[in-house]
């Protein structure tokens, strides 16, 4: 145990105690570190090396030639990694860019270097165990309280998991330094078994809305049987004032399950998830969106107040990162002067007064993705990827809310608003030609003089055509991208049909990629995080009053074919189209009209 009030003071006061027990316990074996945070690993690497010095063995942890040392120095971007590798001392966190983290996964992992000091995340990801571990303070700065607070004890546990190597050691060695005060605390949880409590409370609202729409859930009596099936159930009875309850009599018991689930049931009818009746519980659509994807009952709810039939792209982009799935995005410390700086750059405003809230910061990040500015640090690209993987499923849901309220325009938009994500550009803005590779300013500058605007029309010529068109430029490298897009044709038929004396008019819809030596269905998004297939949303709707009728999402390799039914109350063709959206490329929108369809085969509403 360390005393002392602040924290930097603190941890310094660590370093000599950690090269102790380096020196004692593991002079020869790999030894992990543990801190708290990149500026920590770098100030005790270098007091190590001090330390070392001092003994007159500065390179003590060290264990390969000058030569293949300077050739792995010449490939590591990171300055201070640079310098700590010349002593046998790595670095690991989340600010060192994928090459330089690898390099020295693979330095520590083949013995090169004897010490890695690393931040806590190197725990759960990386597979690297060592035969003493050292957990120098067990506490972290949380952005969002803005204080220092105690690691989750199952963090403490995998850190000093990873002391002791198979096939190598007998035991492993773990030191853990703390602050005085907590020293009893930590001595009692090592030595004694640690009761493992649930966590469901705080998480109820979504599973009890997922039972509610899977129709497990019909009633509040429903809700207590299905309690009665949970851990939590069982802890309540073994430990029933960690959950606020004074007693496991079965009236006080009884009395907490009703309610916790009156409360939970009035907050999901309040969000519009649910529809509550005198004893049932049914689900309405809102809550049926947020179980298919996954989200939050908040978000949706925020979704289905915030969402309206003509919403702006701006709005559609503060939506999006305003949803609870990006509450815990992390803000780390002084991040908000890097908003502020990302914010100038940017095309939208956002709120100067809360450039440290992660909604701000998901908006920014969005934004740069689309402009393709540069991002500040390496963890913004590290953060923009996890908003970006998660952006999917939740654009997915305000199409759906969208579309299940008969909005055309935000439907579009908000597909458009998918398709940016996909490509990193904006959909109104930037011309569809960059999604090519090849793409310049000279070759964009001389399409668009010849009217072509869409990698669409590029598609529809032939070679000789596409030579004649771009002049001096390669053909074969401009050929080879477009290899990279599905063209798509479209055949239509409407068919009337009676069912049980109703008449109703089904269209036909067949769909075939033409291009087809491109038999892959996986898209083409290079800015985009992870690998994606092609999907198309088949839109039926009427552009002159903006209402949709139906929504289907397809996809398909080579082939495909769909029906949609007409609505019943239909009095004239005027205006009806059917869209064929792309989920993933800009400018690939087909308008079909079903009036001239209609017309063609003399059919009348």
């Not at 360390?2 to 074996?29: D, E, F």
């Not at 055309?408 to 011309?431: R, T």
């Not at 798509?488 to 269209?507: A, C, F, M, Y």
Request: aromatic share 10%; hydrophobic share 40%.
């Amino acid at each position: 145990g360390y005393p002392g009030k602040y924290y930097c003071p603190r941890m310094n006061s660590m370093n000599k105690p950690a090269y102790a027990a380096i020196c004692t316990h593991s002079p020869t074996k790999p030894v992990l570190i543990f801190v708290s945070s990149r500026r920590q690993t770098r100030l005790t690497a270098l007091d190590l090396i001090q330390f070392a010095a001092s003994d007159e063995n500065p390179r003590q942890f060290l264990s390969m030639a000058e030569e293949e040392l300077q050739m792995i120095l010449y490939q590591v971007m990171d300055q201070n990694l640079r310098h700590t590798l010349q002593f046998g001392i790595g670095l690991h966190h989340a600010g060192l860019n994928d090459k330089d983290r690898s390099v020295v996964e693979e330095l520590f992992a083949n013995n090169k270097i004897q010490v890695l000091v690393c931040t806590s995340t190197l725990a759960w990801g990386v597979n690297l165990p060592a035969h003493l571990v050292i957990i120098k303070g067990t506490e972290y700065y949380d952005g969002k309280a803005k204080r220092y607070v105690d690691f989750p004890i199952t963090d403490i546990l995998q850190m000093m998991g990873r002391a002791g190597r198979p096939q190598y050691d007998q035991h492993g060695k773990a030191v853990i330094l703390v602050h005085e005060p907590k020293k009893s605390f930590y001595k009692k949880f090592l030595y004694e078994p640690f009761p493992v409590e649930s966590s469901l409370r705080e998480q109820l609202h979504d599973h009890i809305n997922a039972e509610i729409v899977s129709g497990t859930i019909c009633n509040k009596e429903d809700a207590v049987h299905y309690l009665s099936w949970t851990y939590l159930f069982r802890r309540l009875i073994v430990n029933p004032a960690y959950y606020g309850l004074e007693s496991t009599d079965d009236e006080m018991l009884s009395s907490y399950l009703s309610r916790l689930l009156q409360s939970t049931f009035e907050d999901l009818e309040d969000s519009g998830c649910i529809k509550m009746t005198e004893d049932n519980v049914e689900p309405i659509m809102l809550g049926a969106i947020a179980s298919q994807y996954y989200l939050s009952y908040l978000t949706v709810s925020m979704f289905g107040s915030n969402i309206g039939p003509d919403t702006s792209l701006e709005v559609f982009l503060h939506i999006l990162s305003g949803a609870s799935e990006y509450d815990e995005l992390p803000v780390r410390h002084n991040e908000e002067n890097y908003n502020e700086a990302l914010s100038k750059r940017v095309r939208y405003m956002v709120d100067e007064n809360r450039l440290d809230d992660p909604h701000v910061k998901a908006n920014l990040l969005f934004q740069a993705h689309f402009s393709q500015v540069d991002l500040p640090i390496s963890d913004y690209v590290t953060d923009l990827k996890s908003v970006l993987d998660q952006s999917i499923r939740i654009i997915q849901a305000m199409i759906d809310i969208c579309a299940n309220s008969g909005w055309l325009s935000s439907s579009i938009m908000c597909m458009h608003l998918l398709q940016m994500v996909m490509q990193g550009m904006w959909f109104d803005q930037d011309s569809a030609l960059w999604m090519l590779p090849c793409m310049n300013d000279d070759l964009a500058g001389l399409l668009k003089k010849r009217g072509i605007s869409k990698v669409q029309q590029l598609l529809d010529l032939s070679k000789a055509e596409l030579q004649d068109v771009i002049g001096n430029f390669p053909a074969s490298k401009l050929y080879q991208d477009l290899q990279h897009f599905p063209c798509i044709q479209l055949n239509l038929k409407l068919q009337k049909k009676d069912v049980d004396g109703q008449r109703s008019i089904i269209l036909h819809i067949k769909l075939q990629k033409t291009n087809s030596k491109r038999n892959i269905s996986r898209a083409f998004a290079p800015k985009f995080p992870k690998f994606k297939d092609e999907a198309w949303w088949l839109v039926l709707g009427n552009t002159y009053t903006a209402e949709l009728y139906a929504l289907k999402r397809v996809s398909f390799s080579d082939r495909s074919s769909a029906h949609m039914e007409l609505p019943s109350n239909l009095t004239t063709f005027q205006g009806l189209k059917l869209i064929l959206v792309s989920d993933c490329y800009l400018g690939f929108e087909q308008q079909h009209s079903i009036e001239e369809i209609a017309e063609s085969q003399q059919l009348v509403p």
